[in-house]
C-alpha cells in the first residue's frame, strides 16, 4: 500500500480576527475568518479551501474517468457552491454541490452520452474528498452536457 504525505504550515499571530499564513508545497496564502462571518476577510479561508478540495478532487476524478472511458470532450467545466449554516451559535458545513458543464462533439452517441451522465455522479462518489467528508457533508453533483 503506498502512501503519500502531504503537509502544511500554519503561522497564526493573534486572536479571532487576525490574518494568519499557510503553506503546503505549491499553496502559499492568508487567511482569515470571511466577513460573511464577521471576520476581515484577507485571503482565504477554511470554508473556501474545503469548497476548492472538494471541487479540484471532482473535476480531476471526473476527468480521469472519461480519459480512462475514451470519451473526449471539447471542454469541461465547473461550478461548485458550499452551504454553511449557523444554527444556534453552532457553524456547520452542510452541503457542496458540483455542477459540472461538459461540451462534446456533435456527433457523440446516446450510448456516451448516457456514460457521461453515469460518470458525473460516480465521480463525486470515488473522489477521496466527498469520501473523507461523507456522513458529515452532503455531497451532491448535477451536470450539463452541451
Not at 493573534?14 to 503553506?23: L, P, Q
Not at 478540495?53 to 461550478?79: D, F, P, Q, V, W
Not at 449557523?86 to 448516457?114: A, D, R
Request: charged residues 25%; contains cysteine.
Amino acid at each position: 500500500m503506498a502512501e503519500h504525505i502531504f503537509k502544511l504550515h500554519a503561522a497564526w499571530p493573534g486572536g479571532r480576527n487576525s490574518i494568519g499564513e499557510i503553506e503546503a508545497g505549491q499553496l502559499k496564502t492568508k487567511v482569515s475568518i470571511p466577513p460573511e462571518m464577521d471576520g476581515p476577510g484577507i485571503g482565504t479561508n477554511p470554508d473556501e479551501m474545503l469548497l476548492g478540495a472538494a471541487a479540484t478532487c471532482y473535476i480531476i476524478t471526473l476527468a480521469a474517468m472519461l480519459e480512462r472511458s475514451k470519451i473526449s470532450t471539447l471542454s469541461l467545466e465547473m461550478n461548485s457552491e458550499g452551504i454553511v449554516a449557523v444554527e444556534k451559535g453552532v457553524i456547520t458545513y452542510k452541503k457542496i454541490q458540483h455542477m459540472p458543464v461538459l461540451t462534446i462533439p456533435e456527433n457523440t452517441s446516446q450510448e456516451t452520452i448516457e456514460k457521461i451522465k453515469r460518470l458525473i455522479t460516480k465521480a463525486e462518489e470515488s473522489c477521496m474528498i466527498s469520501r473523507a467528508v461523507k456522513g458529515n457533508v452532503e455531497i451532491s453533483a448535477a451536470g450539463k452536457i452541451l
